[in-house]
């Protein structure tokens, strides 16, 4: 039998639930034991139904395992590297079609209209069951983009950036951030973090980044943040923007990055922007509910907003490799704070609620 955390509907306690381990895998599956998995804000916001998912659900969407079985026909990975029992699998949480408009005309696989997603999704109701990462094992289904995790990269480096790492390289592929641009970046969670990382290298001349949390402006500032916004200290809006305007010449961010999940953090978002400044909306996952903007101000500011949704497949790819290269310099692991059993999910999850982690992880 395989344990796992099931959300079995909105708000009710996480359950440990017991599964049968699947006895046959279909042909291209596989079959992983997993090594670290962590907890996303996003799976404290399923947890409340704070979007619409098919309960009884496993969560986890980001993941590192190994692989343990293999179905007729699985040799390689989504690179070409051959694939053996034993190797470390870093997997896309999402499943597209290839099929559909958005992914053959469109060319956006995150908007997939039969897009299924590990941890989200895909329900844990029938066989075989184990579609998420807060279990012993996972099932990866034949459609799955497998990549093999490159030796030099530990485990915790990856999934402490899991998912994060792969929805803001998409977020600044979207948006874009060019050599010299200033960039002020709203929440300091493991995306606001990744970012950070990105900005840098990128060539960003000041990085700016806020939150209300001390241990996370900390972990900034060891990352090479330029300068520190506590939202405790610049209380009001008006004391939030006016200190981006100072530390930019006046002027405003050239880019702006919304990775708080917090719907007025958008009104303090386009005023810290410069006229004809980009702002990027990827926090908000999940539905927070509306805040007020004033038009006017996007026309005036001739403002440019940008949505991101999740990550493809080449968001996956692009986060090993500038992982295998900055994980050194920025020191990603150290993000993990708390570590839990499968056994502890309720209180994995409430630990991630009330952000008293930096970043959680399961360790089966
Ligand atoms: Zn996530
Ligand atoms: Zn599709």
């Not at 009710?12 to 699947?22: A, D, G, L, T, Y």
């Not at 719907?263 to 908000?284: E, Q």
Request: hydrophobic letters at 40%; aromatic letters at 8%.
């Amino acid at each position: 039998m395989v344990k796992a955390a099931v959300l079995t509907a909105p708000n009710q306690p996480i359950e440990v639930q017991e599964f049968p381990r699947p006895e046959k895998l279909e042909d291209g599956a596989a079959l992983l034991k997993v090594d670290l998995a962590g907890i996303c804000g996003t799976d404290i916001h399923l947890w409340h139904g704070r979007l619409k998912i098919p309960y009884p659900v496993i969560p986890g969407h980001e993941t590192v395992g190994t692989l343990e079985e293999m179905g007729k026909g699985l040799e390689k990975d989504l690179l070409g590297k051959p694939l053996s029992v034993g190797d470390r699998i870093y997997f896309a949480s999402g499943v597209d079609c290839g099929r559909c408009y958005y992914c053959q005309i469109a060319k956006e696989q995150t908007r997939c209209i039969n897009r299924k997603v590990y941890g989200i999704t895909l329900s844990c109701k029938s066989p075989p069951y184990l579609f998420g990462g807060h279990s012993e094992y996972v099932y990866l289904l034949p459609k799955a983009y497998l990549f093999r995790v490159p030796e030099d990269l530990p485990t915790e480096s990856l999934v402490s950036v899991g998912c994060a790492a792969p929805t803001i390289i998409h977020g600044i592929e979207v948006v874009g951030v060019e050599a010299g641009d200033s960039v002020a970046i709203q929440g300091a969670g493991p995306i606001g973090l990744f970012a950070l990382a990105l900005a840098k290298e990128s060539g960003a001349s000041t990085t700016v980044v806020i939150d209300s949390v001390k241990e996370r402006l900390e972990v900034a500032r060891e990352m090479g943040a330029d300068f520190l916004i506590n939202t405790n200290d610049a209380i009001s809006p008006q004391e939030r923007v006016q200190r981006v305007l100072d530390l930019t010449d006046g002027i405003g961010a050239d880019v702006v990055l919304e990775c708080t999940g917090s719907p007025n953090a958008l009104d303090d978002g386009l005023l810290m922007c410069r006229d004809s400044g980009r702002y990027l909306v990827v926090g908000h996952f999940t539905d927070r509910g509306t805040t007020a903007v004033n038009p006017h101000l996007i026309t005036r500011k001739q403002l440019k907003i940008y949505g991101s949704w999740g990550m493809a497949p080449r968001h996956y790819y692009k986060a090993l490799k500038i992982l295998r290269t900055i994980h050194r310099k920025y020191h990603f692991e150290k993000l993990i704070t708390h570590t839990f059993s499968i056994e502890k999910a309720q209180e994995a999850f409430e630990t991630v609620e009330n952000r008293k982690a930096v970043k959680a992880v399961f360790k089966p």
